[in-house]
């Protein structure tokens, strides 16, 4: 489906049935990968074991000292978006409040208001980022603690297996903060330090 703004969502049952598949964010996918090279792959790689929620497959982030599970949208052009269940789960010495919201528009017409903090990530128990911008959403995300999106994933190579989901760098850098559509304000209290402080 393509969306405007970003790649196309890739749906998991696509995923698995094509896998193993390797998504290189350079520009290049492959599908079906013959045995052997999916193994000298994931050597390459840091996997952690398939795991869907509603279809979906989700992750497991460690967001300034926090672990949250996030559904991993390629269909979502932001960084990380947590929903009202996950505030206050962030220690509040290392997540730091920006002065800026996001207005997010969701492909049913939906929209949500943002608050947007930093806070140091790592992904999967593997790679890390010193400072990720991420999306505090004034309404909940269904089934997860939020979701991670394109301005995030592109910081990795992406491998599906049956039964595995696999990160390593890709030489992108995440979006960083003033890559995105902002204004001043906010919109709701997301327990974070104020950035300066």
């Known amino acids: 489906n393509p969306l405007h703004g970003s790649c196309h969502i890739l749906t998991t049952d696509f995923l698995r049935q094509a896998s193993p598949v390797l998504i290189r964010m350079r520009g290049a996918m492959?599908?079906?990968?013959?045995?052997?090279?999916?193994?000298?792959?994931?050597?390459t790689f840091h996997t952690v074991p398939l795991r869907l929620?509603?279809?979906?497959?989700?992750?497991?982030?460690d967001a300034g000292g926090a672990r949250v599970v996030c559904t991993v949208d390629t269909g979502a052009p932001g960084p990380i978006a947590r929903g009202t269940q996950a505030v206050g789960m962030l220690p509040r010495n290392i997540c730091r409040q920006t002065p800026?919201?996001?207005?997010?528009?969701?492909?049913?017409?939906?929209?949500?208001?943002?608050?947007?903090?930093?806070?140091?990530?790592?992904?999967?128990?593997?790679?890390?980022?010193?400072?990720?911008?991420?999306?505090?959403?004034?309404?909940?995300?269904?089934?997860?603690?939020?979701?991670?999106?394109?301005?995030?994933?592109?910081?990795?190579?992406l491998l599906f297996t049956e039964t595995a989901f696999g990160i390593r760098a890709s030489g992108i850098p995440p979006r960083a903060l003033e890559e995105y559509s902002s204004v001043p304000g906010q919109c709701i209290d997301t327990g974070c330090l104020a950035q300066g402080a």
């Open 30 to 43: 492959e599908l079906y990968i013959p045995t052997a090279r999916a193994a000298l792959y994931a050597a």
């Open 100 to 157: 800026f919201v996001s207005r997010q528009s969701g492909v049913n017409g939906d929209t949500v208001c943002s608050s947007i903090i930093v806070a140091p990530i790592t992904i999967a128990g593997g790679p890390s980022f010193a400072s990720v911008p991420i999306f505090v959403n004034s309404a909940p995300v269904e089934g997860t603690d939020g979701y991670v999106g394109m301005g995030l994933l592109r910081a990795f190579d």
């Open 53 to 61: 929620v509603g279809g979906a497959p989700v992750v497991a982030i």
